[in-house]
């Protein structure tokens, strides 16, 4: 009976001590340079600096999936916009779906740039077609570092 509560008050020691007496863990970020101004951040302020950070992570763009054109040989609506959070210029390219041909192609759009409207490369039929468009990004020197792609829809009137 006696070692039974020796053992019951060893494990509540322990229990205490792993609970209490451990030192708290320091929370180390990976930023650049002296990082010691986050200390002094409300939460707002720390939720606000790193959504920051993670967004230069992103690459967002404005793209209207539905490109629409009077006539085949007349401007129309393309809508491509590179906000000015991104780093990186882009470049669209049209094709329509199942063909190697390009339709449209935006040339590059630095950030803080919009394309409104846009000519198409070569003569279409009136009609609707389904289209698939390649968004590349550039860095400074005008080097591809990443690639996506958009489906849409291309709508020829007359």
């Known amino acids: 009976m006696i070692a039974f509560f020796i053992v019951l008050l060893g494990s509540a020691a322990g229990g205490f001590w792993y609970f209490n007496a451990r030192s708290v863990p320091e929370v180390v970020m990976n930023l650049e340079g002296d990082a ?6 409300s939460e707002e302020e720390l ?3 790193m959504q ?5 992570d992103y690459v967002r763009l404005k793209i209207d999936t539905n ?3 009077d006539s085949a040989e007349d401007p129309g609506s ?3 916009q590179n906000p000015p959070s991104n780093e990186y210029a882009i470049e669209v390219t049209t094709y329509i779906e199942g063909e190697d041909k ?7 759009i630095e950030p803080k740039q919009y394309v409104s409207e846009g000519k198409l490369l070569r003569k279409i039929a009136a009609g609707t077609y389904k289209t698939l468009s390649t968004v590349e ?3 400074a020197e005008k080097n591809v570092v990443g690639t996506s792609s958009v489906v849409g829809e291309l709508t020829v009137a007359s």
């Open 36 to 41: 010691s101004f986050v200390k002094d951040m």
């Open 67 to 69: 490109m629409r054109f």
């Open 47 to 49: 939720m606000r600096f």
């Open 137 to 139: 990004f550039l860095d």
């Open 78 to 80: 393309v809508n491509i």
């Open 52 to 56: 920051d950070k993670a967004d230069k």
């Open 102 to 108: 390009q339709i449209y192609s935006s040339g590059v």
